[in-house]
């Protein structure tokens, strides 16, 4: 009978978690249109930049996979501030929380949605935006390898620093601050991956090693906010 409880008790658990991402499924199903604004500022972004520089392509993919990272990180804040806040403005956090989830929890599935319906479409736009950037195919893979690993760490950090700023209502943009003076190492490793490409397994276990850190403090930091 006690195995048959606990069983029923993991059961019943997983079934909350998959609700949870149901939920988080159809949130961001119906606020497409924020994800869609991402993308869009990312591409004008990308034609800004093309026409700052000028027509050399060699000057354009020399600094491309810079232009990348740095408009994936100005991207990525524009989702910051929703990231907690309509949760916590409507009780849903309570709620969960009631629920039978702690605060930590709630942050890891928080940062995991995230990474699925905000991060992951701007992959599908990466070789768009490595065609325009001429960035070669040999690169894409690196690019690709990097922003997978660096986006799950702009995740965590969005989460904490979201977290934060249901502590402090009158200035947002100290998150999106914070997001940007940690996320330099991350874009510093990443490029350094693509053009330094015999030191690949070094710098990717470099990122893996600040993803597995961030990921172990996120929830702890934003649990406790």
């Known amino acids: 009978m006690s195995q048959k409880r606990f069983i029923y008790k993991i059961m019943k658990f997983l079934n909350k978690i998959i609700f949870f991402f149901y939920r988080e499924y159809k949130l961001?199903?119906?606020?497409v249109q924020d994800i869609l604004t991402n993308i869009v500022f990312f591409f004008v972004s990308i034609f800004i930049f093309i026409f700052s520089i000028g027509p050399d392509k060699e000057t354009i993919s020399l600094v491309g996979v810079g232009?990348?990272?740095?408009?994936?990180?100005?991207?990525?804040?524009?989702?910051?501030r929703k990231f907690y806040q309509e949760d916590?403005?409507?009780?849903?956090?309570?709620?969960?929380?009631l629920n039978g989830f702690s605060y930590g929890l709630i942050t890891i599935l928080k940062t995991v949605s995230h990474f699925i319906f905000v991060q992951i479409p701007f992959l599908f736009s990466i070789p768009i935006a490595c065609i325009l950037l001429n960035i070669s195919n040999e690169k894409l893979i690196y690019v690709f390898t990097s922003f997978t690993i660096g986006s799950l760490i702009l995740s965590c950090l969005g989460s904490i620093s979201s977290s934060m700023n249901l502590m402090n209502q009158r200035n947002y943009l100290l998150g999106s601050v914070i997001v940007m003076v940690f996320s330099v190492p991350i874009i510093i490793f990443s490029v350094g991956i693509i053009n330094l490409e015999e030191n690949f397994n070094s710098l990717i276990n470099i990122l893996i090693g600040i993803l597995l850190i961030v990921f172990a403090i996120n929830p702890w930091a934003s649990g406790l906010c």
Do not use: A, K
């Open 28 to 31: 961001n199903l119906s606020g």
């Open 67 to 80: 232009i990348v990272w740095t408009l994936l990180l100005l991207s990525s804040t524009l989702s910051i």
């Open 88 to 97: 916590f403005e409507n009780g849903n956090l309570i709620i969960m929380h």
